[in-house]
């Protein structure tokens, strides 16, 4: 048994619109939670850096002798 739309145009639209008012509060409901989850987490890890330094002191130099190399020819067939 599959269900059917119903035959009167007006309760069909009806069910229509229904189904359609659903779909928007589920969006609706769906983004405002991924923001809220965003904002938590966002929230979270400034609280874990509160009272931490904002930049740390890199005292690792990496120091090397570079060359340009040219395009190696290749023969030609």
Same mark, same amino acid.
């Given at each position: 048994?599959?269900? #059917?739309?119903? #035959?009167?145009?007006?309760?069909?639209?009806?069910?229509?619109?229904?189904?359609?008012?659903?779909?928007?509060?589920?969006?609706?409901?769906?983004?405002?939670?991924?923001?809220?989850?965003?904002?938590?987490?966002?929230?979270?890890?400034?609280?874990?850096?509160?009272?931490?330094?904002?930049?740390?002191?890199?005292?690792?130099?990496?120091?090397?002798?570079?060359?340009v190399l040219g395009k190696p020819a290749l023969?030609?067939?």
């Amino acid at each position: 048994m599959a269900p #059917r739309k119903p #035959r009167h145009p007006l309760l069909r639209v009806l069910l229509g619109l229904l189904g359609l008012g659903v779909l928007l509060v589920l969006v609706f409901f769906s983004v405002f939670i991924g923001v809220a989850m965003l904002a938590a987490g966002l929230l979270y890890r400034l609280w874990k850096q509160r009272g931490k330094p904002l930049a740390r002191q890199q005292a690792r130099v990496v120091d090397g002798e570079f060359r340009v190399l040219g395009k190696p020819a290749l023969p030609q067939a």
